[in-house]
């Protein structure tokens, strides 16, 4: 069975400063891993996804994350916070690559930007 | 670009009564799927669905659920009698396959209320 362990329920840096939100998972396979973001009242959004290719991945918007196995860990970075980015991040684990299985969520980060 | 979309965006039904939450995937996608996210929980995987046919479903997706693609755009989710435990946020995502796996695409959700 697959899980996802987000570390942090709220994470608030100041704009211009470095995003750091934490993943840990748990997966029996070479697992596929995505972080989602979520705007108030809008759809999931895919940031980025790892897949067995690179683990260092780049996303949109400026956000990167590396997929570390000795460490289980999928963390979500940023070198630069801005007000935008304000929103709630899911990590979220697929053992077949998210075709026919669901998705396993995190309970997610819910991102603070203080100006 | 193309997205997923969601209706209604809120519904509102009495226990015990019917409900169908309608979407419409990504015109090339070829497997859809049904989440749901309770206040305050996880975002939590219902039902995947190809070629017509359910492919893989999770235990809350009882017999009180069912899915149906009655023409070549709609996908729904009906609900037969609701319960208030039902009362969440429902999203409709469909997947296309990549050069590194699938890529799922979400819905804006439709908030559904039992009182």
């Known amino acids: 069975a697959q899980s996802v362990t987000q570390l942090d329920s709220h994470v608030s840096v100041s704009e211009g400063t470095p995003v750091l939100l934490r993943c840990n998972y748990s997966?029996?396979?070479?697992?596929?891993l995505f972080w989602y973001v979520q705007h108030p009242n809008k759809g999931l959004q895919l940031l980025l996804k790892?897949?067995?290719?690179?683990?260092l991945v780049k996303g949109i918007n400026g956000f990167e994350a590396e997929f570390k196995k000795s460490e289980t860990s999928f963390h979500l970075t940023k070198p630069s916070a801005h007000m935008s980015d304000a929103a709630e991040y899911f990590c979220?684990?697929?053992?077949?690559?998210?075709?026919?299985?669901?998705?396993?969520f995190g309970k997610g980060t819910h991102l603070i930007i203080q100006p | 670009e193309p997205e997923v979309t969601q209706t209604p965006s809120h519904q509102v039904t009495q226990m015990g009564q019917e409900v169908i939450l309608r979407c419409v995937p990504i015109s090339n996608h070829l497997y859809f799927y049904w989440y749901r996210q309770i206040l305050g929980q996880k975002v939590e995987f219902l039902v995947s669905?190809?070629?017509?046919?359910?492919?893989?479903k999770s235990e809350i997706f009882d017999d009180q659920f069912s899915v149906e693609r009655p023409d070549g755009s709609n996908f729904t989710l009906k609900i037969r009698s609701t319960k208030l435990e039902d009362s969440a946020m429902y999203f409709c995502?469909?997947?296309?396959?990549?050069?590194?796996?699938?890529?799922?695409?979400f819905g804006p959700g439709t908030r559904l209320t039992v009182t």
């Open positions: 790892y897949t067995s290719a690179a683990t």
């Open positions: 997966s029996s396979y070479s697992p596929s």
């Open positions: 995502a469909s997947s296309v396959r990549r050069a590194q796996g699938y890529e799922q695409y």
């Open positions: 979220v684990v697929s053992d077949s690559g998210g075709g026919a299985d669901g998705l396993t």
């Open positions: 669905f190809y070629n017509n046919e359910i492919s893989e």
